[in-house]
Every structure is written in C-alpha cells, then in structure tokens.
C-alpha cells in the first residue's frame, strides 16, 4: 500500500503507540473481539446434544444454530466494513460487539430452539459489524514488521478459537456451572465482550476512510436470499421429506444469483459501489481463489459439526471428553500454524495444496477407524487422523490469505478482503447444510455409517480444493 493510498484509506487520527506495551494494547484488545465471534461458530458444536435435548430441537434446528450465524454474517460482512469507513472502524467494531454480547445473552437464556435460532441469527450480524473492522484497525495500527506479526497473532488467534474451541464447550457443559449447562458457552462471551469494550475506547485509536464506500443494502438482501434458498430446504426440506416447495427453493437459487450477479454489474456500471465488485471475479486469481476458500470453509464447519455429534450420540461421550478429543486438531493446527507463514513466503500455493491433501489424508485416517470399529473401539485411534486434519488446516488457513492477497493492490486489497471473508461465511453456511443432508439421512444405518460417508464427501471437497489450489499464481512479493 502506498503511502498516499494508505491516507486516504485510513483516514485521519490514526496514531498509534510506538513503544512498550501501549504498542500491543490496541492488538490484545480487537483479539478478544475475535476470539469470541470466531469462537463461536465452533463453540456450540459440543454443546448441540446437549442443546438438542433440553430445548427438544429437531437435527434442522440444531443445523440452523450453526448455519444461521454463518448465512448472516455472510450476508453483511462488506457492509460491516463499509460502515466502519463512515462512521469510524473503532466505533463500528464496538457497536459489532455489544450486539454480539448482547444476543450471547439471548442465547444464554433461550427458552425454545427458535429462540436460540433468531438470536444466533444477530450474532452473525455483530460479529458482521466485527470481522471487517479488525483487519482494518490492525492495518492502520500497525506497518511493516509489527503489521506482519499482528496479522500473524490474528491468524494464531482465529485458528486456537476454531480448533480449540471444541474443548473449552465440552469444559463448560461438563462443569455445569451454576447448573446452567450448555448455556455457558453464550455466557462465556460476556466478560470478554464486556472488558474489550470497556478498553476499546481508551486503547484503540479511531479512524474512517477519507472516501467510504457506499453501503449496499439491497446487494446484502440479493445475497441473503439466495444463501436463504439454497440452505433452507437442504435444512428443513430434508425432514419434512422433501416437499414441492423445497424443490422450488433449490431451482430458484441459481437463479436468484444469478440475478445478483446481474445486479453487482449493473451497479458497478452505474458508478456505485456494489456489495461485491464484479471486477473481483474477472481474475483467474481472486476468482479461484475465493471457491478455494468456499471449499476449504465447508469442509472444516461441517467436519467439526458432524464429529461432534459422532462422538457424543453415537459413541456417548461426555461433552468434555469430546472435547477433549478435538485437542488432537489444535495441537496439529498449533504445530503447523507457526511456521506456516514462513513457509509460505518460501514455497507459496504449495503449501496450501499440501494442507489441503493432509486434511484429505487426515479424513482417510478417520474413515478407516470408524470402518472397522463403528462406534466403539480404542478413542487413541482416532488421534492420528485428527491431528493430521489439524496440521492440515494450519497449512491452509493464513497461507491461503496471503496467497491471494498478495495479488491485490492498494485500489482491490479491501475489496479482495471482504470478499475472502464472505466466502469463508458462505461455506460454513452451505457446507453445513449439504453435509447435514449426507449424515442425517444416513443416521438410521448408524452413526458410523452416517459419519463415514460424511468424511468422504468432505474428502472429494478437499480433493476438488487441493487440484484448484494448482491453478492460483505464485506469491507475489
């Protein structure tokens, strides 16, 4: 970014400290904010039998408890951003998250399954307003050296709240606290909310863009709709065995992006500032970048759903054993996550592509335990394959950022970003659907089987992302 480019992106008050740990204070601060909207996603997966028996939710339920945190950040990530540029990143990054805290508290105190839906649904909304400021206010804090070590601790830090996430949910249901069971993974969400904005105002300095971007509320809501079209039947049309207008939705969906496509065009035409630039998709590079990243997000959202379930209603574990087991990915992820951005300036798309093979490898370890022993069987077996997954992903997740985005400039690094983010949003949200489709209707044959065949649709997404990996460029300098 140039230094002229870099002014009028960010605006101006942007000072930072320089030294000591007034340097980092601004960094530790945006890291609770998102910690807990990454967090979040994966938190509940642990969490969901339990969830599922105390509120009698149906398996669509507890899929849109999931997938409806992803549908509505997906849908408003740019806008997020976008408002952030006018109003200032700091102000919108805390207005993210005191919308956030305040529906984990909505959660926390769900009386029935569409309760918890809709306020999972403004979650996604809060941690919308969140993601795109962070990026933002990390790269007007921090330059050079220390932009490069923030944004690594960023990737450290969503990468530990996606895998680990898994074992401090199944840590607060099996403690019981208070007696107020799965409902602590939401409240857990309000002392870190609470603190962060209590010194957001005094540790992180404000800025807004000299030339913000228009919002594009009518793009969100093109967008909204299609994602709603597309997951909705696969969610609830499944288990009300598929009627008419489950089958309407699903042919409408195409369509309906490909009105959004029509309309991102038009808008551009006209000289507005659509949702998403349609500029972006006409190069091989973002292009094929971003369904890398729809495959890759997915995959890892469905996965962790479905090894939940498995492990708790197929094999009894308590949430805390399973969480404990889903240790195994966070010390792959860990392993590999530390030298994964040094290994990417040295080999470049290669290392996404082996990332991508080991989680493939990881999945075929899985499969061959549960193929032979079901649901029962030593529990170590299943470590290999975790942790293999999880040095997989580690090798995925920062490397595929940088790679990409080392195609942009200053004019695309902010359309490029935000469009990353909401194709990491709409995977989890369609791969949760698509997954739920293979493994509930295949749960009468057993768990086992129902879970084995979800790892091999999840082993042909990997296999379909490793051989698109090929066709991104090699890292720019």
């Known amino acids: 970014m140039t230094t002229m480019s870099r002014k009028q992106y960010l605006g101006a008050g942007t000072e930072a400290p320089v030294s000591g740990w007034a340097k980092w204070a601004p960094l530790a601060v945006i890291m609770c904010g998102t910690f807990v909207f990454i967090l979040d996603f994966f938190v509940v997966n642990v969490a969901l039998p339990a969830i599922q028996r105390t509120l009698g939710a149906s398996p669509g339920a507890v899929e849109w408890v999931v997938a409806g945190y992803g549908l509505t950040m997906a849908s408003f990530l740019v806008c997020g951003g976008r408002l952030g540029d006018h109003f200032g990143r ?29 306020a999972r649904l403004a979650q996604g909304l809060g941690a919308a307003l969140m993601a795109p400021n962070t990026l933002s206010i990390l790269g007007m804090v921090y330059t050079g050296r220390d932009q490069v070590k923030a944004i690594s601790v960023f990737g450290i830090v969503m990468g530990v709240a996606a895998t680990g996430g898994q074992l401090l949910g199944g840590a607060l249901v099996d403690a019981n606290i208070a007696g107020l069971g799965w409902r602590t993974v939401f409240w857990i969400n309000v002392p870190i909310g609470v603190t962060a ?38 969610v609830d049309g499944r288990q ?135 649901v029962g069987g030593p529990l170590l077996l299943l470590v290999p394959g975790l942790l293999v997954q999880g040095a997989g992903q580690g090798l995925c997740i920062t490397p595929l950022t940088t790679t990409i985005m080392s195609q942009a400039d200053a004019s695309t690094a902010g359309l490029v970003s935000g469009a990353l983010s909401t194709a990491q949003q709409v995977g989890n949200a369609i791969g949760v659907a698509v997954t739920g489709v293979i493994f509930y209707d295949l749960l009468s044959r057993g768990y086992a089987v129902a879970f084995r065949w979800s790892l091999a649709e999840m082993t042909g997404l990997l296999l379909a992302m490793a051989a698109l990996t090929l066709t991104l460029p090699r890292l720019k300098d």
């Open 90 to 118: 700091r102000r919108s990054f805390s207005a993210g998250l005191a919308v956030f805290v305040a529906s984990s508290v909505l959660c926390a105190v769900a009386p029935d399954p569409a309760f918890l839906i809709i």
């Open 240 to 374: 009300q065995g598929w009627p008419a207008w489950s089958w309407a939705c699903l042919a409408a969906s195409p369509v309906m992006l490909a009105v959004f496509a029509v309309y991102l065009r038009r808008a551009a035409g006209r000289g507005r500032q659509p949702l998403l630039d349609p500029a972006i998709f006409a190069v091989p590079a973002f292009r094929n970048g971003l369904l890398v990243q729809v495959l890759f997000s997915s995959q890892q959202a469905a996965g962790f759903l479905v090894l939940a379930l498995y492990l708790q209603q197929g094999r009894g574990m308590t949430p805390l054993a399973a969480g404990g087991l889903f240790a195994g990915l966070a010390v792959g992820y860990v392993l590999t996550s530390f030298p994964a951005p040094a290994l990417t300036v040295r080999f470049g798309r290669r290392v996404v592509l082996i990332g991508a093979l080991a989680c493939a490898v990881g999945n075929g370890l899985l499969m061959a335990a549960v193929w032979h022993w079901g």
């Open 197 to 234: 904005l209590a010194l957001a105002p005094r540790l992180v300095p404000e800025s807004r863009a000299i030339r913000a971007g228009r919002l594009d509320l009518p793009g969100a809501a093109w967008l909204t709709a299609a994602l709603v079209a597309i997951v909705l039947p696969l």
